[in-house]
């Protein structure tokens, strides 16, 4: 259950005939396995937004795995091919609570994540003095971490509603061309 009305909406058909027009994902391949989810959230909005963009991904038939980033580690980053990251920012600047350790000790040092490709959202408040730091600073680790970006950061500024189009555009692509190359799961049972 969202704790946010409007997600409900952005998840579901285009109100008023309006139709989404999903970025260019075409020509990528994408491994199999999970699509990762993983949120750094305080007050829950980042949270939501993980769990609506799961939504999006099994109406494709698109399997995924959410985690918040307090289970978030090295060895899960290094396993997944393929995430999105949605990270808010609190306090002066700061990662949400759930994010420290995660801020702390794994993003100390740049990872070996050169096999991972993402999206990532940032969420802010402009009004706050180092506005959307934290998901700006996890965006610049994962790429010093030799990962790759299937698109520029999304930043949303305030839960504006143009920005989490564009996200709900990219997720959408996503899950159409993840679902177009078959089952991403990985195989549960072994040839006989
Ligand atoms: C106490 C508090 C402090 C905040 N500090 C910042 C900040 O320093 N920089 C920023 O960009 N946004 C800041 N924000 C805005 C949040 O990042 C924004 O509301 C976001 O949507 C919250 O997402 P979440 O519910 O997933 O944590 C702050 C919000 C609160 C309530």
């Not at 829950?44 to 963009?53: K, Q, S, Y």
């Not at 490709?117 to 600073?137: I, K, P, S, V």
């Not at 990962?147 to 500024?157: L, T, Y």
């Not at 990219?170 to 993840?178: F, K, N, S």
Request: charged share 20%; glycine share 8%.
């Amino acid at each position: 259950m969202f704790r946010l009305a409007w997600l409900r909406e952005l998840i579901g058909e285009p109100a008023n005939g309006r139709t989404m027009q999903p970025p260019e994902l075409a020509g990528m391949r994408f491994a199999p396995g999970p699509v990762l989810i993983a949120y750094a959230s305080q007050t829950g909005v980042a949270e939501d937004l993980a769990a609506a963009a799961r939504e999006q991904l099994r109406g494709a038939g698109v399997t995924s795995r959410v985690a918040d980033f307090e289970a978030l580690d090295r060895a899960m980053l290094e396993t997944a091919s393929q995430a999105l990251f949605l990270a808010s920012t609190t306090y002066d600047g700061d990662p949400p609570e759930m994010a420290n350790t995660f801020s702390r000790m794994t993003m100390a040092q740049p990872a070996s994540l050169a096999h991972l490709r993402y999206g990532l959202l940032a969420l802010g408040d402009h009004g706050y003095a180092d506005f959307r730091a934290f998901g700006r600073a996890l965006d610049a680790w994962l790429a010093a971490s030799g990962a790759q970006a299937w698109f520029p950061r999304i930043e949303v500024d305030d839960e504006d509603a143009a920005a989490l189009e564009r996200w709900h555009a990219q997720v959408a692509a996503l899950a159409a061309t993840v679902a177009m190359q078959g089952d991403n799961s990985f195989p549960t049972e072994r040839p006989a």
